[in-house]
């Protein structure tokens, strides 16, 4: 059986059982926890069938697609639910990442760069994706006012601290900045960006262009 009849199948047989949407939305979570994404998609997809407004299941399916590489497909079913009367503490941080991953960075600026969430994580890290796209735009000290603003949040925040080292070396100071990588990866020594941008100041040290 082809993959696409076979989700078609299971669909159809997720849509006529019993379950109650709390079972269902239940169901989705458990899948995600066990990063089972194909059958929370199929669970959250046969409970949308039925009730196309359930807010929390737009949330867990755009959730559930953004893990899974489609930030497009996360963006629609993640505005839905905010149209469902989902919050944007709840929302924000996935669509927020959805946008930074379609290179969507107005967007993501122009939403979230004053909409102070109320957790401490989450806030931290949208603020630190509307740095990283302030960065892209050549707009700095937007930059280090969002950088800021994440890193008030949690201090040691270690995405928001590599755009701090971006920062540094947009600026026209990539010894600060290889120092300050430096120090981050000791206590971040399995962050990948970091080292990848650890690799770009070196061979910018020596000469190239990155």
Known sequence: MKPTLTLAVLLALAACGDLTERQRLDAAQAALQRQDRAAAVVELKALLQLVPGQGEGRLLLGRALLEGGDAAGAEVELQRALDAGQ??????????????????????VARFEMAALNSAVSDAEVQTLVAAALLQSGQPDRAEAAIARALKRVPRHAAAQLEAVRLQAQRGDPASAL?????????????AHAWMLKGDLLYRAEGGDV
């Open 87 to 108: 919050s944007l503490e709840q929302v924000g941080p996935l669509l927020a990442r959805s946008w930074a991953a379609m290179g969507k960075g107005d967007a993501l």
């Open 179 to 191: 120092s300050a990588v430096n120090a981050l990866l000791e206590t971040n020594p399995a962050f």
